[in-house]
């Protein structure tokens, strides 16, 4: 079985800062891991997807991932926050492409002025 | 279409009643899933259609839950006799068979059961 951990479902970044959203998975075989945004009253968006090639993903508006096998980890970072990332993100995980998804509980993003 | 389209956005039913929730995958899509996005059980997966048919069926939460999609393209989400613990956002997604492609999700249908 599969399962995803998000920790902290709240983080509240100021604008330019870094931001760290941090995923745990548990998988019987190789992932592949995806991360989702979701913007208020909106279906989720995929931001960035890791499938058994580079460990170092990169994603849509300045996002980027990093698989770490020996963790079992694939946090989300960006260097510098946007008022327009306040959103929540969702970490997925799957065993096969075309396989549902299982998801973490999500964290919620406030950036700071 | 361009994207997944889901019908309708919002849905308010009584208690009871029976609901159909619609989802219009992309074009060639041969993947279907529906999800249940919920405040106390966060983003659940529902039912998976290949083609016409559902090789799993294992989130389908109860019998008053079922599901088809017809000519490989739209898909029925149905409730039968709604509780309000149904209250949630249905989000359905889609996905080609190719390795390496991810799923595209539709905006979702609101369901207030009252």
């Known amino acids: 079985a599969q399962s995803v951990t998000q920790l902290g479902s709240h983080v509240s970044v100021s604008e330019g800062a870094l931001v760290l959203l941090r995923c745990n998975y548990s998988?019987?075989?190789?992932?592949?891991l995806f991360w989702y945004v979701q913007y208020p009253n909106q279906g989720l968006q995929l931001l960035l997807k890791y499938t058994s090639a580079a460990t170092l993903v990169k994603g849509i508006n300045g996002f980027e991932a990093e698989f770490k096998k020996s963790e079992t980890s694939f946090h989300l970072t960006k260097p510098s926050a946007h008022m327009s990332d306040a959103a929540e993100y969702f970490c997925?995980?799957?065993?096969?492409?075309?396989?549902?998804?299982?998801f973490g509980g999500g964290t919620r993003v406030l950036v700071k002025p | 279409g361009a994207g997944v389209s889901q019908s309708p956005s919002n849905k308010v039913t009584e208690k009871g009643k029976d609901v159909e929730l619609r989802c219009d995958p992309i074009s060639g899509h041969t993947a279907l899933y529906w999800y249940r996005q919920s405040l106390g059980q966060g983003l659940e997966f529902l039912i998976y259609?290949?083609?016409?048919?559902?090789?799993?069926k294992s989130g389908l939460p109860s019998d008053r839950f079922s599901a088809e999609r017809t000519g490989g393209s739209v898909s029925t989400l149905t409730i039968q006799r709604t509780q309000q613990e149904d209250s949630a956002v249905y989000l359905c997604?889609?996905?080609?068979?190719?390795?390496?492609?991810?799923?595209?999700f539709g905006q979702g249908t609101r369901l207030t059961v009252v």
């Open positions: 259609f290949q083609g016409n048919s559902a090789p799993d």
């Open positions: 997925a995980v799957t065993k096969a492409a075309g396989n549902k998804l299982t």
């Open positions: 997604a889609s996905s080609s068979s190719n390795m390496n492609t991810e799923a595209f």
């Open positions: 998988s019987s075989v190789p992932p592949y």
